[in-house]
């Protein structure tokens, strides 16, 4: 696939390899029939090849899903009734410049680990949550603390575009982040019976 580029380049997109090439416009391929192989034909100059690796894709500077809490806006949860966690699942686009080309680079979560911070196994899910009633990530916690916070590991797979043209790429490999809520206090709900206004029998 040939599409035109900055500076008189073009585009090559190809299939089979997540790369891209970038090459002048009059030495793009075409479907027109071979010239004679017996002719002399000037040299045709090398293809520039700009590829993202999944090294260049983890020192972007993602930003870290934020993690938020139900109760919201509280300092502290209940034992024994669930603590909702949820996120947000946006992609990210973010530019860079490969070669000297302009290149964006849209990073997509696939995969949430939500860590509770009292020693139960993390809470791994391809969603980022909802709020409540319809929350999908939850924890009920089994005893008192003074404090737990929510940390939130969140996996990327990546996609680049070469000068804001043709289709996105996938690129090899993963990109992590991570993230932590607020603290928040665990607190026991005692109940107890108390006498109430005594009705009137008259």
Request: aromatic share 6%; net charge negative; proline share 10%.
């Amino acid at each position: 696939m040939s599409i035109d580029g900055p500076d008189g380049m073009c585009v090559v997109t190809d299939d089979a390899a997540p790369v891209a090439g970038l090459v002048p416009c009059d030495d793009r391929p075409t479907d027109e029939e071979p010239v004679d192989a017996d002719e002399e034909q000037p040299d045709a100059p090398e293809p520039v090849i700009i590829s993202v690796s999944a090294s260049d894709f983890v020192e972007l500077p993602l930003v870290p899903a934020q993690v938020r809490v139900q109760p919201e806006g509280q300092s502290w949860t209940v034992v024994n009734l669930d603590t909702i966690a949820y996120t947000s699942g946006e992609a990210q686009v973010l530019s860079t410049q490969v070669l000297g080309f302009d290149v964006a680079v849209r990073a997509t979560p696939v995969e949430f680990a939500w860590d509770f911070g009292d020693g139960s196994d993390p809470v791994v899910t391809s969603d980022p949550g909802l709020p409540f009633p319809d929350h999908t990530v939850a924890h009920a916690y089994s005893a008192v603390a003074e404090e737990r916070r929510v940390s939130l590991t969140t996996t990327w797979v990546g996609e680049f575009q070469v000068a804001g043209q043709g289709p996105w790429i996938p690129i090899a490999g993963t990109a992590q982040t991570t993230s932590v809520s607020d603290p928040f206090e665990v607190l026991e709900v005692r109940t107890r019976l108390v006498p109430g206004p005594q009705a009137d029998r008259n």
